[in-house]
């Protein structure tokens, strides 16, 4: 007597080599995904440093976007420009205008200060001082105006979020540090998405 | 690295005729190469600022031809030859232009001296889904949009007037002095807008956009950007996303909601009747024509609607 086996109707076959194919298929993409993926690297902020797009409210942004443009003007004057002209010349954030009363209401003043250059301190420093009305919606400011032969990648821009801040005695990292002063980093390195890095 | 403009970059362009002018031409004084220049830029915004710099002095030649949408523009062959008779390109460079490294690459000019508009700014982290996707890291990727600003677009016509003037140091004197002129009547619209808030109380505004590409504006009015709306830009989201979202407009207590002109969609509608809120529409100014006073324009536009906005929801 000839036995023939019958095997059941199903697709157990059929859906394990399916599962296994897909499971193949992902695996595959799962490496080349991981080989071709790249880090981004933050670059290490120091202590005393803030980071201009991850550590600023949306005020302190605007703030620090406008003190930048202003030091690009600031670069055409010979001799750093009392708040009145600038504010004259319609250049933020120097005008008290619906933007500033939005902002913190920061009453700017030019001040000399103690300086430092890459050469080491300077007798006197041009700065900028807005003092904030609301430390809660945006903190102090302090400008460095631009001495002879600066670049605009030269900026400088310091935060202070104290109620009542005090200025640095000197613009040396020690005493703005000592006194609470932050400076501000803009980086255009992380997230900055273009392949071409 | 800067790079110096030469003229063997134009490989595509050179015919026997071609090579007999060229001869030519390095005979003569420089100033008459660089009044041939032809700058390159991606977007709308960039032709403006670029065709405020340079005055005369230079062609300015966008790489995606009226009508088609920056955000899903795949170069045609004609499009990538285009690149091989400019002496430059001015691109955004942070993620509203990755076409361009493509395009430059396939080029018979793959040496091309790049100006990063945005080297400069100082950028925000995206908004929306594409910072979702970033993970925990809120400043991972950053928003593109810095075009629509006016405070990013003088820093930026800054950049690129300095960028051209070591292009053509012997035109850098108008470049800046253009660039400065074109800053301050870019202030003066900004200063005009603001002017109209004078009375206005400095109320807390809670705004969405349907796009996340206002930030940069809004906060030239110290309005911060409560809510994105759109999945992804023209990409339109599911109804339980659309749920979601009328949703949380509520619960945020949202005042206004800035949608654009270019993008008009019925959900857009059903999210002004379901939430209540007040729609407004902004100008993405990637569309149309390209003009030196198209940025001007629009801008003006945008300027006096986020004013209307804020006026019309402060009690």
Known sequence: MTTVVVEPAGAGHETLWLLLAAGLILATAALVVGWHGRDYHVAELAPHQLDARRDLTAAEQGLYADLRVAYDELLFYAEAPAVAELADSGLPPFIADASAARRGHHRWQRLTLAGVTDDGPVATAVVYYGETAEPEVAGSLLLAAPAADTEPSDVRVWLNREAGATLPASLMPADLAKSGWHLVVAQFDAGVTRERQ | MKQTISLTGRRGRRTG??????????????????????????????????????????????????????????????????????????????????????????????????????????????????????????????????????????????????????????????????????????????????????????????????????????????????????????IEPSPSQLKTTIDTLNELDVDVIFSEMDFPSTYVDTIRRESGVRLYALSHISYGEYSADRFEKDMAHNLDTVVDAILETTP
């Open chain 2, 17 to 234: 005729l071609g090579r007999w002018l060229m001869f030519a031409l390095l005979a003569l004084p420089s100033v008459v190469l660089a009044d041939g220049l032809r700058i390159g830029v991606t977007l709308h915004p960039y032709y403006s600022y670029v065709a405020n710099i340079v005055g005369d002095h230079a062609e300015v030649v966008p790489l995606i031809p009226v009508g088609f949408n920056p955000h899903a523009f795949e170069p045609r062959a004609e499009d990538i030859q285009r690149i091989a008779t400019l002496d430059a390109v001015v691109i955004n460079g942070i993620g509203h232009d990755d076409f361009v490294d493509r395009m430059i690459a396939a080029s018979d000019s793959p040496d091309l001296p790049i100006i990063e508009a945005n080297a400069r700014v100082p950028l925000l982290a995206a908004s929306g889904m594409s910072a979702l996707r970033s993970g925990e890291d809120s400043g991972a990727v950053v928003n593109p949009h810095t075009f629509l600003s006016i405070t990013a677009a003088i820093a930026q016509v800054n950049t690129i007037a300095r960028e051209l003037a070591e292009l053509a140091p012997e035109h850098a004197d108008d470049f800046r002095t253009n660039a400065r002129r074109y800053a301050r009547t870019l202030r003066g619209m900004r200063a005009r807008a603001l002017a109209r808030l004078a009375e206005s109380p400095a109320t807390d505004l809670r705004v969405a956009t349907i796009h996340g590409a206002y930030d940069y504006l809004l906060r030239e009015f110290g309005v911060e950007v409560t809510a994105v709306v759109e999945p992804a830009h023209g």
